[in-house]
């Protein structure tokens, strides 16, 4: 949907100004993981502010904290 490769790692920065999960980069086996997403709603709901709102990345086998919450930008190419 971003118009990459299927090979393209994504850096992904939250609206979070400080601390060490402000960041993350993902590489494109991340990416393309069927159950990786962007999420934006959960039970058709918007996200809580605590739960990332306006919007947070999902990625499978990655620890909670390293699913950035409050994202801000994504930039699409090789880390």
């Known amino acids: ?7 393209t790692d994504v850096f992904v920065e939250s609206l979070q100004q400080h601390g060490a999960f402000r ?9 393309r993981d069927p159950r ?3 999420a934006l709603r959960v039970d058709g709901a918007d996200l809580t502010l605590d ?3 306006p919007a947070r990345v999902i990625v499978p086998a990655a620890p909670g904290v390293l699913n950035t919450k409050w994202v801000a ?7």
């Open 36 to 38: 990786s997403l962007l």
């Open 23 to 31: 960041k993350a980069a993902l590489r494109h086996n991340q990416v």
């Open 51 to 53: 739960h990332g709102y």
């Open 1 to 7: 949907l971003a118009g990459t490769d299927g090979d």
């Open 73 to 79: 930008r994504m930039t699409f190419g090789a880390l």
